[in-house]
């Protein structure tokens, strides 16, 4: 009976992430040697997993001018701007962020600011990449 139990976990998982579709950003001019992906993973009507990962990013505060932190926005379907957070640095060379969203995101993209909490972004755009076709 585990034996039953465990295979279907393992199916129930592999379907789960077969679903995801990973994602490259293009490359950025402002950082260039940054690596991004995003990963949408759909979660349930209307949940969306959305997981952005960047490798090499330099440090907001190298920039020209020199900025305080790099926010993620998310666009929906009817085209609304979302503040949707910031990445979480791990160690100098990898950045994360991964969130649940109850909408389905089509287009992510990540700028430089110098203040997290604006409703709308104010800084230099690093990349941007459209998630899910309408």
Known sequence: ??????????VVMMF??????????PVSEVTPAADITAKVTKQGKPNY???????????????EPPKSIYVIWAVSEAGVVRNVGHFTQENAVKATY????????VEVFI???TNEGNCLPEGVEISRVILIKS
């Open 1 to 10: 009976m585990k034996t039953i139990n465990f295979f279907a976990f393992v």
């Open 16 to 25: 789960m992430t077969s679903c995801a579709e990973t994602i490259k950003f």
């Open 49 to 63: 997993l959305v997981t952005l990962e960047a490798n090499n990013l330099a440090a907001p505060e190298r920039l």
């Open 98 to 105: 991964k969130a649940s969203f109850p909408y389905k995101p």
């Open 111 to 113: 700028t430089a600011e």
